[in-house]
């Protein structure tokens, strides 16, 4: 279990990715390594799956399984997870399919995920995922015809756990436990994220201690 705790701490690269484009020749190393880690994850997630199903680790959140589909307000989208093109049993990834023109969008995911939230004007959708024993937020934004993924972590910090979120009109607020491993710190940081714009504003950050940080519980649930 160490061994793989250990490998899937290798570096996260490209935090924005634009959907659907194609990739330049010089990303190819990074794409590889990217890859790597990404296999490597699941070959762990598939060995331990039963304990991160159900929240022993570090929360009490439940992985969503194959097949699970979540719409969006207005029932213009629908959100599916889909299987992972090795194991049909593993999530690997989310299709927006799109009622008004047909179109389906597909991105792979590099985890277990717990969480899928519309924002409410239906532009916007955010998925919590599985992270080095904790988890981040990926936030997919249609605009035009494209849908764009921003990775929305503290950006601070080496671990950390989403604990709430909350959904508005067109933005969304996330909260997060983080630790600094070098200084051995710890925080509460919440701001609100804005995917049309990709900014974040009303940010809060409250230094705890170690007691207060294990006592920190996620509070983030599956909403069809």
């Known amino acids: ?46 060995l331990f799956i039963p304990v991160l199903t159900f929240g022993i680790a570090y929360g009490q959140e439940k992985a969503i ?8 307000p207005d029932k213009r989208f629908t959100l599916k997870c889909i299987a992972d093109a090795s194991d049909d049993s593993v999530v690997g990834g989310i299709a927006i399919s799109d009622k008004q023109t047909g179109h389906l969008f597909k991105d792979s995911t590099d985890s277990v995920i717990y ?16 992270l ?9 934004h249609f605009k035009g ?4 993924s921003y990775t929305v972590d503290p950006i601070m910090g080496d671990r950390y756990t989403v604990i ?12 997060y436990k983080v630790h600094e491993e070098a200084t051995d710190r710890f925080w509460i940081y919440s701001f609100v994220f804005n ?3 990709a900014t974040r504003s009303r940010e809060s950050r409250q230094t705890v201690d170690f007691s207060t940080y294990q006592k920190l519980k996620t509070n983030i649930s599956v909403e069809k």
């Open 1 to 46: 279990m160490l061994i793989g705790f250990a490998l899937l701490n290798l570096p996260i690269f490209a935090t924005v990715r634009l959907l659907g484009a194609t990739e330049m020749n010089s990303l190819k190393p990074i794409v590889f390594i990217h890859q790597y880690k990404r296999d490597v994850s699941r070959l762990f997630l598939k």
């Open 65 to 72: 399984k194959v097949g699970e589909y979540f719409e969006s």
């Open 115 to 130: 969480s899928v939230k519309w924002i409410g004007d239906s532009r916007s959708v955010a998925v919590i995922e599985y």
């Open 132 to 140: 080095h024993g904790g988890s981040v937020a990926v936030v997919y």
């Open 145 to 148: 015809n494209t849908w764009t």
């Open 164 to 175: 709430e979120e909350a959904a508005e009109r067109s933005v969304i607020k996330f909260t």
């Open 195 to 197: 995917p049309e714009t």
